[in-house]
């Protein structure tokens, strides 16, 4: 008598939602699906590229903390609420 485990439902991305490609480490806007394949194409535009299913999972929120996003954002990013890298100057 064997046991089976039921497979865990697969991740189905909505249109439009942001993505990683866990294959390729790439985050993508999902497209569609075609013929079994994911399409992705880059957040700010270029093209597509395809990604099995079993490669493709919600993309962590901006800002979520990480020490590696912190790195790589610019210095509006990495500034405080009103997006500014040094303090207004005091009024006389």
């Given at each position: ?67 590696e ?16 890298a ?7």
């Open positions: 008598m064997s046991i089976r485990k039921r497979a865990a439902a697969a991740y189905r991305p909505r249109v439009g939602e942001s993505v990683l490609d866990t294959r390729t480490g790439r985050t993508g806007i999902y497209m569609d699906t075609i013929g079994g394949e994911h399409y992705l194409r880059p957040p700010e535009g270029g093209r597509e590229w395809t990604a099995r299913p079993e490669h493709v999972s919600p993309a962590a929120p901006a800002g979520a903390g990480s020490a996003g912190a790195a790589d954002a610019g210095p509006a990013e990495r500034a405080g609420p009103a997006g500014r040094d303090p207004a100057p005091a009024a006389a």
